[in-house]
């Protein structure tokens, strides 16, 4: 990691002898400086490259399987992916069919594949989903309509992930602010989870405090590279737990906002966090105390709860300063789906990590409290 990063990737494929690699790129990147230096550092190392970038967000099961096509025409021995999660997704379902076979719906669930993927070089260019690190990918059933979740803690990250902020700086300052809230949203849910420990905790505060310290000036200037560095390496981390952690409410909510109503899974997340915030606080105050202190509020003396309330103020403020909308009704969402995505949340089985038990009719009343 640091500013200039990918320019380990000639080492990389010369260390794997590399000489025909299969990239997965966001379709957006493809003429930036950004890319031209990496396809000339490719070119030095006498590499054959292949790009793939039709890649849309929340990738299909369709997608992938051009996209493996693509990779087996090329004859890859290696996997390049820059791009956000959705495109190292596609690269990492294409890692796990080149050496398993299959479709990659064969792959749905914990540990259904044994045989290590291709290695995977993995440059996020969206400080987010921290996929280059984590053990999953999402890919969607387009027939079925519904998202399969590829999941294998051990073989299922990057071989290698690359975090420079210099593959940053092209990000509009929505995504930036709506990704980056992600990544946030990733660390709050993993701390507080019923299946977090101390290891994760650790780790997920020091995520808390570089994401809330960082994502203001990033999403201002994104040739701050500085505050790049931040939020790749906040994003990293909890990228490194939630697998283990479990999440909660708040994407067990942004699911279903997203998927019914056409938004990004970012912008979803923080139209729910708020309100989650505040359902789940009782069941933790201690930690949402020591998350208000993470934020860098004023804690010390306070009573516990008052502490932990500090946490959903701070909370309340960093989606207002994004500019993130204060309700759903605000960014086109409407309520006659609310008791049909209630009755998901509930089935989609989140109170095994959620800190606070929750009913298909709390679930309900969350939806009309975001509204």
């Known amino acids: 990691m640091g500013v200039g990063a990918h320019r380990e990737i000639g080492g990389l494929v010369r260390r794997h002898a590399c000489k025909r690699l299969f990239i997965a790129m966001d379709g957006a990147l493809r003429d930036t400086e950004f890319v031209a230096g990496i396809q000339a550092m490719l070119a030095e190392a006498n590499v ?18 051009r996209a ?78 519904l998202k399969m979740s590829i999941r294998h803690a051990a073989l299922n990250p990057a071989a290698f992930a690359i975090l420079d902020p210099l593959a940053l700086r092209t990000v509009p300052a929505h995504v930036a602010a709506h990704s980056g809230m992600d990544a946030f949203v990733h660390a709050f849910e993993s701390y507080i989870s019923r299946k977090a420990n101390l290891v994760t905790d650790a780790i997920n505060l020091q995520a808390i405090g570089l994401l809330a310290a960082n994502i203001r000036p990033f999403v201002a200037n994104r040739e701050n590279l500085e505050a790049g560095l931040n939020m790749l390496c906040g994003s990293a981390l909890a990228g490194i737990t939630f697998g283990q952690t479990g999440l909660g409410n708040v994407h067990c909510m942004a699911r279903f906002v997203g998927a019914f109503f056409h938004l990004s899974h970012g912008l979803s997340n923080a139209l729910c966090l708020p309100h989650v915030a505040r359902f789940n606080l009782p069941a933790n105050p201690a930690k949402f105390a020591r998350i208000a202190a993470a934020l860098d509020r004023p804690t010390r003396g306070l009573p516990e709860m008052d502490a932990a309330h500090a946490a959903v103020v701070a909370i309340e403020a960093l989606c207002r300063d994004l500019g993130i909308p204060a309700r759903l009704r605000d960014a086109g969402v409407t309520p006659e789906r609310f008791d049909e995505m209630a009755r998901l949340c509930t089935e989609a089985g989140y109170n095994r990590w959620n800190p606070r038990h929750t009913t298909t009719a709390d679930f309900r009343a969350l939806f009309e409290q975001a509204y």
């Open 48 to 65: 054959e490259s292949a790009i793939f970038s039709d890649i849309e967000p929340d990738p299909s099961a369709h997608t992938v399987a």
């Open 68 to 145: 493996f096509e693509a990779c087996q025409a090329h004859g890859a021995t290696m996997l390049l992916a820059i791009g956000g999660g959705s495109t190292m997704d596609v690269a990492k379902a294409v890692g796990i069919l080149a050496t398993n076979g299959g479709r990659i719906h064969d792959y749905e669930g914990i540990e259904k594949f044994s045989t290590p993927p291709l290695p995977l070089i993995a440059i996020p260019t969206t400080a987010g989903t921290g996929s280059e690190v984590s053990g999953s990918c999402v890919i969607t059933d387009t027939d079925k309509n």
